[in-house]
């Protein structure tokens, strides 16, 4: 049986536009995120917990599982995915146990991205966040993790803000600004979702702005 508990519809946690404290510079609000990432009794969404959650996981079937079905550190649906119909992320399931049948499955996060992005690109409801967040609790286990940015969702709309445009999907970390280069990939990725109404102009609301250099 799998060590997380049986799926809930109920969202807790997870990427949170709102002013957290008063960081005014954007290398206050990474460090902030810094300091959320290691607090022990942060959300259950909160990236740190979580994949830590699905590395400690005691088999591969397990990771698989609660994967697919977006499990956060207590067992409920994470709010990235709560939406995401059961039918859904069931077919979610057989492709990931029909493509992975051992921890040396994929040699890299890339390559189990791409080749679960093609998968799933049949699947309806199954879109890039869920695809690349997958990949990532999975990768967590394996112990591989992204070399470079992915954009999607509200991790598009924070980068926009940030740098004004993003033509790519995916972009390396050398591409943002210094401050932000101390984060993981991964890091930067979650950075962007979390903060996006506070970087640059996003939020026509100027005590919820950074001033970016």
């Given at each position: 049986?799998?060590?997380?508990?049986?799926a809930?519809?109920?969202?807790?946690?997870?990427?949170?536009?709102k002013?957290?404290t008063?960081?005014?510079?954007?290398?206050?609000?990474v460090?902030?995120y810094?300091?959320?990432?290691?607090?022990?009794?942060?959300?259950?969404?909160?990236?740190?917990?979580?994949?830590?959650h699905?590395?400690?996981?005691?088999?591969?079937?397990?990771?698989?599982?609660?994967?697919?079905d977006a499990?956060?550190?207590?067992g409920?649906?994470?709010?990235?995915?709560?939406?995401?119909?059961?039918?859904?992320?069931?077919?979610?399931?057989?492709?990931?146990k029909?493509?992975?049948k051992?921890?040396t499955?994929?040699?890299?996060?890339?390559?189990?991205?791409?080749?679960?992005a093609?998968?799933?690109?049949?699947?309806?409801?199954?879109?890039p966040?869920?695809?690349y967040d997958?990949?990532?609790?999975?990768?967590?286990?394996?112990?591989?993790?992204p070399?470079?940015?992915?954009?999607?969702?509200?991790?598009?709309?924070?980068?926009?803000?940030?740098?004004?445009?993003?033509?790519?999907?995916?972009?390396?970390?050398?591409?943002?600004?210094?401050?932000?280069?101390?984060?993981?990939?991964?890091?930067?990725?979650?950075?962007?979702?979390?903060?996006?109404?506070?970087?640059?102009?996003?939020?026509?609301?100027?005590?919820?702005?950074?001033?970016?250099?």
């Amino acid at each position: 049986m799998p060590r997380c508990l049986p799926a809930s519809s109920t969202a807790v946690g997870g990427c949170n536009s709102k002013k957290l404290t008063k960081a005014n510079t954007l290398e206050e609000l990474v460090e902030e995120y810094q300091k959320a990432q290691q607090d022990p009794a942060g959300k259950c969404d909160i990236l740190s917990r979580m994949l830590k959650h699905y590395r400690g996981m005691k088999s591969l079937n397990d990771v698989l599982e609660c994967a697919a079905d977006a499990q956060n550190v207590i067992g409920r649906r994470h709010s990235h995915q709560y939406r995401i119909l059961k039918g859904a992320r069931v077919e979610a399931l057989k492709i990931l146990k029909a493509g992975i049948k051992n921890d040396t499955s994929f040699g890299s996060f890339e390559k189990l991205h791409d080749w679960f992005a093609s998968k799933c690109a049949t699947v309806s409801g199954l879109g890039p966040l869920y695809v690349y967040d997958t990949c990532l609790r999975i990768g967590a286990y394996l112990k591989l993790a992204p070399k470079k940015v992915y954009l999607h969702a509200g991790v598009l709309k924070g980068a926009c803000a940030l740098m004004g445009t993003a033509k790519v999907k995916i972009l390396p970390a050398s591409a943002f600004p210094p401050a932000m280069r101390v984060l993981k990939p991964h890091e930067i990725e979650d950075f962007l979702c979390v903060y996006k109404s506070q970087l640059g102009n996003s939020n026509p609301d100027p005590d919820l702005r950074v001033r970016l250099p």
